[in-house]
């Protein structure tokens, strides 16, 4: 687990293909958020606030593709 204060890949850049965030013990930094990467082991960073570990999973996974909105409107009027 990394320290506190050192987040690896944190930077803006898509180093990871997805996180999730899990709730710890620790009363300071009672957030984890774990990072899934393609070709090395998952990295773990904890936070303060589920803000915090949310938006460090936002910087650093991609965002998904954007979905077809076809099939989002009102039938044709007969």
Not at 16 to 32: K, Q
Not at 41 to 47: I, L, R
Request: aromatic share 8%; proline share 9%; hydrophobic share 25%.
């Amino acid at each position: 687990m990394s320290s506190p204060d050192n987040h690896p890949g944190d930077g803006g850049h898509m180093s990871s293909h997805y996180g999730r965030i899990v709730r710890t013990s620790d009363a300071d930094r009672p957030y984890t958020a774990i990072l899934t990467h393609d070709q090395c082991a998952e990295t773990q960073s904890t936070f303060a606030t589920m803000r915090e570990a949310e938006e460090f999973i936002r910087r650093n996974t991609p965002r998904p593709k954007p979905r077809s909105t076809f099939w989002d409107r009102d039938a044709p009027a007969t």
